[in-house]
């Protein structure tokens, strides 16, 4: 038994059944230990919830300096900003544990953690945008590949629109999602491009 098999059991509970839900009993069970061996490893649900919160969040840190390596790879603005864009309108289509576990938590944070997940959020959403977004669009726009305009908007929409495709993945079809994932960027860079 190793911490590592705790950790898979417990991601797939919180995922299914959010923290509260979530219960120690279910996952000594699902490991097959009994619930006091988990005080082995952790002092607390608490603490296991916040070690599961705090390794999503670095493999996804993790992910954007791929990501930022991958597009300073690429020539043009417009496939740099697609890649950008196909970064998280994939995303929201997987349904993993690990997935399911930080839009659950993201969206409906416990209470102790709510401060703290917000803070990371932000700090994660700051590097997305300080790092490839912002500096993509800035170069977009003195290349003259992008209008002239300011890039706090053209980032603003961004976000508007990946936020919408977030909201969308719940109540459409893979095919139907597939379409406006492909219509929202057409309007997105037809809006931008010179």
Not at 28 to 46: C, D, P
Request: hydrophobic share 40%; glycine share 4%.
């Amino acid at each position: 038994m190793t911490k590592e098999n705790i950790k898979t059991a417990a991601i797939s509970l919180f995922a299914q059944n959010g923290y509260e839900g979530g219960k120690l009993a279910e996952i000594a069970k699902a490991v097959q230990i009994k619930t006091a061996s988990l005080y082995f490893y952790f002092e607390s649900k608490e603490q296991l919830f916040i070690e599961l919160f705090e390794d999503i969040r670095d493999r996804k840190i993790e992910s954007l300096d791929k990501l930022h390596d991958e597009i300073k790879a690429m020539n043009s603005v417009k496939d740099q900003l697609y890649h950008l864009y196909q970064y998280f309108s994939k995303r929201n289509y997987e349904e993993n544990d690990e997935e399911l576990f930080w839009k659950r938590c993201t969206l409906f944070p416990p209470n102790f953690l709510k401060e703290k997940i917000n803070q990371d959020l932000i700090s994660y959403q700051s590097k997305f945008i300080d790092e490839s977004l912002r500096p993509t669009i800035v170069f977009g726009i003195k290349s003259g590949a992008l209008k002239e305009q300011d890039p706090e908007i053209v980032i603003a929409a961004f976000y508007g629109i990946i936020d919408a495709l977030f909201n969308e993945i719940h109540y459409s079809k893979q095919d139907a999602y597939q379409k406006k994932v492909i219509m929202l960027w057409e309007f997105y860079w037809n809006s931008l491009k010179k």
